[in-house]
């Protein structure tokens, strides 16, 4: 299959390590990317620095969210009538190559 003949334009995976085995799977198809179609992972662990081509990446800042999330719940804890308000976290977007 080539680009136009495959059923969508882009794949998100949650992670590098599922991105990684997908990329590998797609090669072995003769599936390329980013010719054919576009990959990107949400996390910044090593491997996706080792994938040929290297994962584009949408880093979250998990920790940050861990650390807010772990504190609004002991809050939860501490005061039930304690509201959990919406969470924002900064992000950055490192294309293919570039962590």
Not at 16 to 42: E, H, K, M, T, W
Not at 65 to 85: K, N
């Amino acid at each position: 299959m080539k680009k136009g003949e495959l059923p969508w334009d882009a794949l998100i995976c949650s992670g590098s390590l599922c991105a990684s085995g997908l990329l590998s799977g797609l090669n072995s198809r003769g599936i390329s990317v980013p010719r054919d179609i576009s990959l990107i992972s949400f996390d910044r662990y090593p491997v996706s620095d080792l994938t040929d081509p290297p994962l584009s990446v949408m880093d979250l800042n998990l920790k940050e969210l861990g650390d807010r999330s772990c504190r609004a719940l002991l809050a939860r804890i501490d005061d039930p009538g304690y509201v959990i308000q919406l969470m924002v976290s900064a992000s950055s977007l490192y294309p293919g190559g570039t962590l």
